[in-house]
């Protein structure tokens, strides 16, 4: 789960998918109410909404819950009012962590996030400043080339390409998110990523398996709160380290 390795989280993911299913459909119900709330509830007109309807449909989210969290975030359904909150803390290792939250009471998400990291020898402290906040998507190599995308980001005005074993990074400006991800879609280039991430400015090298099978076990506790959306951390591991952390 390398914190500066996104592809390898992309990966996590999807092998979890199925295990939390029910937690998926909640945050992505949670993430296009507040989504059509601020922008319309209109998909065509609301790229970033567009985009999460589409990641509803990869996960198999059935369309009346989509409609649903649709209509509470336009105000045509009751719901439940949420705040977007973001915390920040260090795990084992010297490992820092946001945690992006939407939560309907802010006391109850700082307990239960204070209480996760106490019990795994963390603690709440100010990480911002290792991180750098922009838009990120993730591009197969069989899905583009290099040229294609480098073209494409600088006719957005993306501020990087990052080539890797895995595939192609793009880099944005966070107020650039939607534009490049609607000349992605234009170009019929479909992300294994597409969000607004956290990334790490600096890492934190884990070569220790029992802090890394700490670390995952950690992050695992995070994904089980209902209230946390996206987990960014800056640690940096080996393949070896993960895969031996994650047999542990």
Known sequence: ????????????AKAVTDKRRGKVFSRLSRDIAICAKA???????????????????????????????????????????????????????????????????????????????????GKLGTVANKFQHLGQFLVAKDKSTEDALMELAL?????????????????????????????LEQKGVKPDSAEIAYIPLVTAPIEDIAIARTLLKLQ?????????????SNEEMSDAVSEAAQKG
Not at 6 to 11: C, E, I, Q, R
Not at 58 to 70: F, L, Q, S, T
Request: charged share 30%; net charge negative; hydrophobic share 40%.
């Open 39 to 121: 922008g319309g509830g209109d998909p065509g007109m609301n790229p970033r909404l567009r985009t999460l309807v589409l990641k509803a449909r990869e996960v198999n989210m059935p369309a009346e819950n989509v409609d649903r969290a649709i209509k509470k975030g336009t105000g045509e359904l009751p719901g439940v009012v949420y705040e977007d909150v973001i915390y920040e803390g260090y795990g084992p290792g010297g490992v820092a962590f946001i945690l992006h939250v939407l939560t309907d009471n802010k006391n109850r998400a700082a307990g239960e996030i204070r209480s996760i990291l106490t019990r795994f020898g």
């Open 1 to 12: 789960m390398a914190g500066h390795n996104k592809w390898a989280k992309v990966k996590r």
């Open 220 to 232: 695992d506790a995070f994904e089980e709160l209902d209230d946390v959306q996206e987990v960014f």
């Open 155 to 183: 006719e957005a005005g993306a501020d990087d390409v990052i080539t890797s074993e895995q595939g192609y990074e793009i880099r944005c400006a966070v107020k650039l998110f939607d534009h490049v991800n609607s000349m």
